[in-house]
């Protein structure tokens, strides 16, 4: 499926943002993107910044995801990012199955995470932030997991334009067992699995470089940077750091199984998600 553009072209933002939330808060599949696909940073962006500022609960924080190697040029980053809702933030204890809602006829997958929470962030500063400086500022760690959902089934098949522009394809973070500030100083040694329906899917130890989760957490400090005058950030961030084991579609009925060795697991059944109470 294409969507080409002229130079006459450009993106409806606020119509963009407008069908994107009325589909998230009703609950209904988007059988294409509504509209012409951002094709540039800004674009994407304004798009998200307009529907944060609509949407009917508080920001709490941000998922970064990857960007594919052929998009990055053309976005200027290797990651993304995404909005995370207080409604839409979960704890979840070691050993436990919880129920997660996804967006019935659109995109669904299991995605196991490091969540971590930054505190004491300097905004006034002009310098960029390092990887040094992205550790710092993690006040905590847990294994966890995002649940990424759209109501575009082909969300990530258009590219990161269509799902920037989307909340960066999220439906809920969960947070489960805290581990020790000390595990960012041996990532490489933390083995990560994700089993879907009893079959195992993915297993990976977690990059420690700019390629894994203190990397993506450098880039969102980075990219927060230049977005603090358009967004209102909280205080504190929960960051869902990228997937460890890489993207895993699933379907409704499906359970999810996710593992970080020595430090716990827990599963997640999907279920349909429901419209939400308050529509913008």
């Known amino acids: 499926m294409t969507h080409p553009v002229s130079q006459s072209q450009s993106p409806d933002i606020a119509?963009?943002?407008?069908?994107?939330?009325?589909?998230?808060?009703?609950?209904?599949?988007?059988?294409?993107f509504p509209g012409i696909i951002p094709t540039t940073h800004e674009q994407a962006y304004a798009v998200q910044n307009l529907s944060i500022d609509k949407w009917p609960d508080t920001l709490v924080g941000f998922k970064v995801g990857g960007i594919p190697p052929h998009f990055r040029d053309q976005f200027g980053a290797n990651w993304l990012a995404g909005p995370v809702f207080s409604r839409n933030v979960y704890s979840i204890t070691d050993g436990e199955t919880a129920d997660v809602e996804v967006f019935p006829g659109g995109f669904a997958?299991?995605?196991?995470?490091?969540?971590?929470?930054?505190?004491?962030?300097?905004?006034?500063?002009?310098?960029?932030?390092?990887?040094e400086d992205a550790k710092a500022a993690i006040s905590s760690?847990?294994?966890?997991?995002?649940?990424?959902?759209?109501?575009?089934?082909?969300?990530?098949?258009?590219?990161?334009?269509?799902?920037?522009?989307?909340?960066?394809?999220?439906s809920s973070v969960w947070i489960g067992p805290a581990a020790d500030l000390s595990v960012l100083d041996r990532l490489d040694e933390a083995t990560v699995s994700v089993d879907i329906d009893g079959q195992r899917i993915?297993?990976?130890?977690?990059?420690?470089?700019?390629?894994?989760?203190?990397?993506?957490?450098?880039?969102?400090l980075n990219h927060l940077q230049t977005r603090q005058d358009q967004i209102e950030l909280?205080?504190?961030?929960?960051?869902?750091?990228?997937?460890?084991?890489?993207?895993?579609?699933?379907?409704?009925?499906?359970?999810?199984?996710?593992?970080?060795e020595g430090l716990g697991r827990f599963g997640l059944n999907m279920i349909p998600k429901k419209a939400e109470p308050s529509v913008v």
Do not use: C, Q
Request: hydrophobic fraction near 40%.
């Open 234 to 260: 909280p205080e504190k961030i929960l960051v869902s750091s990228g997937a460890v084991t890489g993207v895993h579609s699933a379907a409704i009925g499906s359970t999810g199984l996710m593992t970080f």
């Open 15 to 32: 119509d963009i943002s407008a069908r994107l939330r009325s589909a998230r808060l009703s609950a209904t599949a988007l059988a294409d």
């Open 109 to 131: 997958a299991y995605e196991a995470e490091w969540v971590f929470t930054l505190a004491n962030i300097d905004w006034s500063r002009t310098e960029p932030f390092s990887l």
């Open 202 to 220: 993915g297993t990976a130890t977690t990059n420690p470089g700019e390629n894994g989760p203190l990397g993506a957490v450098r880039f969102l």
């Open 141 to 170: 760690v847990n294994i966890g997991t995002e649940i990424a959902s759209s109501p575009m089934p082909m969300v990530n098949d258009l590219g990161p334009g269509s799902i920037i522009s989307d909340f960066g394809n999220n």
